[in-house]
């Protein structure tokens, strides 16, 4: 028995030797083997030139494939969008510098993933590339490994993505301290959805959709229909929750930060500013508007199939639905999106971009970080793009894609876009939802308080002090705790 | 191999020893130990806090409200689970030609993932458009109104785990020796009887057990509200332990989400100790 047992450990030793040196030689890229590599290849060089004149001059990294491990958020339509876009990079862009690109869902959230390694201090299992909401950006951009695409322009190496492509409101949404964090890739903006056939029985305008709050309460009004007491079609389905109203808010006068330093993007938010500013107590005036037509459905119960089996004649949601609302209607009805209604005619800040952007991490291995700047710059580059956005619905951020024939035609053959590539072109890039970190207390609390208005359980001045004194209480823990 | 002696038992524990100590009892131990500091939101350790992270929990309505919605959530699932899926077993237990079918069709709720069965049910709820309301002649908005809310949430639940507690029940039921339920059919006792004085005296160690793991599995359960309704409407159906979620992920307040999860496991502490003692009096071991 004792023979046996030494045999085996003996054995096991040795297979864990020979396993310990298959590792070495793969994963730990020796400098002086890539320069050795170069030195030899005038000698192949010569003999390829020899073969096939004129040779083309290679740009890959190394002469190894380098591998990228590419964490996302996407799941169905969308993520076979991504996929098709990856395999395409694999094959054209990543074939020539050597890349293979290898993409993996991690779950809807992926900055809590990257958060929960980097409190382990495991930056080994931490990906090359990964695709975030934009409200991770300021615990990201803290991370070690953490690498800004302002850092990797700065330096102006292996540049395909010039910086000005970036539409300015795409990236302010991903900038931090000055600094862009992030590539921006599925953006989206919010609209207003409604429905052609509705206004016209209602005899409103379908080509001219209300453009302030005040102008949709007069429309709600007409399109809500009833039996006896109770309402059949509303006229208006939306859920004001945080997304909506910084929308609602930011885009007052010129611009609304919605909290201090610069809505949380020049440092760490504290407080709330649109309390002190009079900017929240303006919205809700005008919300009470629609609140009193009667014909205001203030929770989503399936804010998409209600839309499309005509129980709303208008929603306000994500442009990121319009694929899905297309499936779902199909050619049952006419419809259309608009810009967000203003809360005052002669405002002129617009929306935010919502969505998500592409951070990279430097492991430490030179190639590998050229390798994932080169695949970030690409998900942000014209192709990767088109093919992205026409597929799952999300709104180019490459400026240069929209003076192309192919979009032209996209666009000209998607109508629905349009209105949410003009809000967003036309929006001031100051208009972005705020860096506020505890993003999902702020959110139910706004819910919990527009709610309680709708339903009539509380009035105006108690909505708008909840609102501004439970947001600055969370803000005010957050910074106690956390303040340099 | 004589030589190992006594330590040859604690040699074919370690692995589930080890196992436990690494992902259990450390990570909890550690958990507690934080309880007691300021922690920031990049994990790191800042000051000594003393109690004020539970006096902070504790102080705070939505956990206060958590507490309460758990509470109510637990009493209304784990006992009907448990008590629709022991009348289905008594109804089952006799074996038929079709009875792999309907035995299927019982414990096929179990095989049904979270997140496809609370999507199913959100239409079904849907108070414009859904079954639920169509059939009962309704127009309630079962899970967007805070009166309706936890209850549908509980319904849910319920439907969810008939199928493990049925299957679990069936076999406990099949176990029972089928002299005792002649004995009682020629004493004339009727089903009532024989279920309650016979059956369930005999399968209680089963019943103990369902009991037990329905009850820690709803108090820490946190699914539902992610998927359904991120704890609303108006906090209804925020749990304990979705309370806690939203405290780490969502606000980035680790030093609430960790004094939620030390409370939340007192709870279940108190929940499995209170059962322990249904065990002395109602679970016969023969």
């Known amino acids: ?313 208008m929603a306000i949601m994500s442009s990121a639905r319009i694929g899905k609302l297309k499936d779902l209607i199909g050619d049952e009805f006419e419809w259309g999106t608009a810009p967000l209604p203003k809360v005052n005619a002669s405002d002129k800040g617009g929306t935010a971009v919502g969505g998500s952007g592409i951070v990279m991490f430097d492991k430490g291995d030179a190639d590998e970080l050229t390798a994932t700047w080169i695949f970030q710059q690409y998900l942000g580059g014209e192709d990767a793009q088109y093919d992205f956005c026409t597929a799952s619905g999300y709104i180019p951020m490459n400026k240069d894609l929209y003076e192309t024939e192919k979009m032209k035609t996209y666009m000209a053959e998607n109508p629905e876009i349009v209105a949410a590539v003009d809000q967003l072109l036309a929006s001031n890039p100051n208009v972005q939802e705020p860096f506020d970190i505890v993003t999902g207390d702020i959110n139910s609390i706004i819910d919990e308080e527009m709610v309680a208005f709708a339903q009539g359980e509380q009035d105006k001045q108690t909505t708008h002090d909840n609102i501004v004194n439970k947001c600055n209480q969370k803000l005010a823990d957050y910074v106690k705790v956390n303040a340099e | 191999m004589k030589k190992l002696g006594k330590i040859e038992p604690y040699i074919y524990l370690s692995p589930a020893l080890i196992y436990f100590a690494v992902f259990s009892f450390y990570p909890f131990l550690r958990t507690i130990g934080l309880t007691f500091f300021t922690v920031s939101a990049d994990g790191k350790v800042k000051a000594f806090a003393g109690l004020d992270n539970y006096i902070h929990v504790l102080t705070d309505p939505a956990f206060l409200r958590s507490i309460w919605n758990t509470l109510v959530y637990v009493i209304l699932a784990s006992p009907l689970a448990i008590f629709i899926a022991l009348i289905l077993a008594v109804l089952a237990n006799k074996k038929t030609r079709i009875s792999s079918i309907y035995e299927t069709m019982f414990s096929l709720t179990m095989a049904m993932s979270m997140s496809v069965t609370a999507m199913i049910f959100k239409i079904m709820y849907n108070p414009n458009v859904g079954l639920i309301n169509k059939l009962l002649g309704t127009k309630i908005n079962w899970l967007n109104d805070a009166k309706y809310a936890m209850v549908s949430m509980s319904f849910i639940s319920v439907w969810m785990n008939i199928g493990f507690n049925f299957l679990f029940l069936l076999a406990a039921i099949r176990g029972v020796p089928g002299e005792l339920l002649e004995s009682a059919d020629i004493d004339g006792a009727s089903l009532y009887k024989k279920v309650t004085k016979v059956i369930l005296p005999m399968i209680s160690p089963t019943v103990f057990f369902l009991i037990c793991t329905s009850l820690a599995k709803n108090i820490i359960m946190a699914g539902l509200p992610i998927i359904l309704t991120e704890g609303g409407p108006k906090g209804s159906t925020s749990t304990m332990i979705y309370y806690m979620y939203k405290q780490a992920f969502g606000n980035m307040s680790y030093n609430d989400a960790y004094a939620a999860a030390v409370i939340t496991f007192i709870f279940t502490l108190i929940a499995t100790l209170i059962s322990f003692s249904f065990e002395k009096k109602g679970v016969h071991y023969s």
């Open chain 1, 1 to 313: 028995m004792k023979r046996f047992i030494s045999l085996l450990m003996a054995a096991i030793m040795i297979l864990s030797l020979a396993a310990c040196g298959a590792k070495d030689t793969g994963e730990v890229k020796e400098p002086e083997s890539t320069e050795t590599a170069q030195e030899v290849q005038p000698e192949a060089d010569s003999q390829q030139e020899e073969a096939q004149e004129p040779a083309e001059e290679s740009k890959r990294i190394s002469d190894a494939d380098i591998e990228i491990s590419f964490w996302h958020h996407m799941e169905g339509t969308n993520a076979n969008a991504l996929e098709t876009v990856c395999n395409n990079f694999n094959d054209t862009v990543g074939k020539e510098y050597g890349i293979i690109v290898t993409p993996s869902f991690q779950g809807t959230n992926t900055a809590e993933k990257l958060n929960t390694l980097a409190q382990a201090g495991d930056w080994v299992n931490f990906p090359d590339i990964c695709q975030v909401a934009s409200a991770g950006i300021p615990t990201i951009s803290g991370y070690d490994l953490f690498v800004s695409p302002e850092e990797m322009y700065a330096k102006g190496e292996n540049i395909i993505l010039p910086r000005e492509s970036i539409i300015a409101n795409n990236a302010r949404t991903f900038t931090y301290k000055d600094e862009l964090c992030a590539i921006p890739f599925s953006n989206s903006t919010i609209l207003l959805y409604y429905n052609k056939g509705l206004f016209e029985a209602a005899g409103l305008d379908p080509e001219n959709p209300p453009k302030t709050i005040a102008e949709m309460a007069e429309a709600i009004e007409k399109l809500t229909q009833k039996d006896g007491d109770e309402v059949t079609t509303y006229g208006l389905n939306v859920q004001v929750k945080r997304y909506q109203l910084v929308n609602w808010v930011g885009g007052e006068g010129e611009y609304n930060f919605i909290g201090d330093n610069e809505g949380g993007r020049a440092g760490l938010m504290s407080k709330v500013t649109f309390g002190e500013d009079g900017t929240l107590m303006t919205y809700l005036d005008e919300w009470e508007k629609v609140i009193a037509t009667g014909g205001y459905k203030p929770v989503e119960d399936n804010i998409n199939e209600e839309f499309a089996m005509e129980l709303s004649a």
